[in-house]
């Protein structure tokens, strides 16, 4: 009997051992695949707050999402967590307006200047709806806000055409700010994103999202969940809504968020987010069906938060 219960330690033993090395292979692998701009849903690390500390590793997470290009990327570090066909350059349609937003801004324009959509704001490519009807006088805050709230094709239109210079110029600003920021693989030829020539990869898109984080007006107007827009030709209130839908969800800390769809971009979705107390930057592009977006960005967000529990768990 004693010489039966050595050979099972023995036996317990080696097995352990098996698998712990084992194990540290499956690490060491995992982390030769989480490179920057890789593709696939392999191993991630997110540096902590402090740099004392371990960083917490993501192992075999699992993660699907529907999206065809993704980037999860810690906005602290940039470290990234997720990636996904991110050096893939593809349309980006009304993500187009985040840089339109920083263009007009950085132009110092008076935003209590009132412009007026004219026939030239009109969609004639698409022929997509606008509830504001040319002869409509707004401020230029007010364009803005609604162009980045709920991406209204002839707010963001008129912002680019009572651009000093007009539209040629503001397009090339546009192109000059996308330049200033390393966005190598992006280039654009209007303001709204209608145009599938407005084009650009998840890698750029980060530092677009990272650069507009620096403007407290597109944080806030990015966040509003609506807003109420007095008409004076009617004299009624128009409800605006943000196109983003988890801006109005409690369980989600949002600093900054754009939409875009057009046929060739699919459904695309951009955002800051604060994420189990961590600033995130999430890129999703060409997601399939209205909903994948939220649904790919839900994932994310599960996914981090239940690795980050068990790692603190069992560390």
Not at 77 to 105: C, E, Q, W
Not at 182 to 205: E, I, R, Y
Request: charged share 20%.
């Amino acid at each position: 009997m004693p010489n039966l219960k050595k050979k099972c330690v023995l036996l317990l033993s080696g097995c352990l051992l098996s698998w712990a090395v084992n194990a540290q292979q499956g690490i060491d692998n995992a982390r030769q695949h989480a490179t920057v701009g890789g593709q696939g849903n392999g191993a991630v690390e997110i540096d902590n707050e402090s740099n004392e500390q371990s960083p917490i590793t993501f192992r075999n997470s699992g993660l699907s999402l529907r999206s065809s290009m993704a980037l999860v990327v810690d906005q602290k570090s940039g470290k990234t967590l997720y990636s996904k066909n991110t050096d893939v350059r593809a349309p980006i349609a009304s993500i187009t307006k985040l840089m339109t937003a920083m263009v007009v801004l950085d132009a110092h324009l008076p935003l209590d200047e009132k412009l007026v959509i004219g026939n030239e704001d009109v969609d004639s490519l698409r022929n997509t709806h606008s509830r504001l009807k040319v002869g409509t006088k707004l401020s230029r805050d007010m364009a803005l806000q609604l162009a980045l709230m709920s991406s209204e094709n002839r707010a963001a239109a008129t912002l680019a055409r009572h651009y000093p210079g007009g539209f040629p110029a503001f397009i090339a600003a546009m192109n000059r700010k996308a330049a200033s920021l390393g966005m190598a693989q992006t280039h654009f030829v209007d303001s709204t994103g209608l145009n599938s020539d407005n084009v650009s990869t998840a890698q750029d898109l980060v530092r677009m999202v990272q650069a507009a984080y620096q403007y407290p007006l597109i944080r806030e107007m990015t966040t509003t969940g609506s807003y109420d827009v007095a008409m004076k030709a009617t004299g009624r209130q128009m409800q605006f809504k943000n196109t983003n839908m988890l801006v109005r969800s409690n369980s989600w800390q949002i600093g900054l968020s754009k939409t875009g769809y057009i046929n060739e971009a699919g459904h695309c979705l951009v955002m800051q987010a604060e994420i189990a107390k961590q600033p995130m930057i999430i890129v999703l592009l060409d997601s399939w069906g209205k909903l994948s977006r939220i649904g790919d960005a839900q994932r994310i967000k599960k996914w981090m938060e239940s690795s980050l529990s068990s790692k603190r768990r069992y560390s």
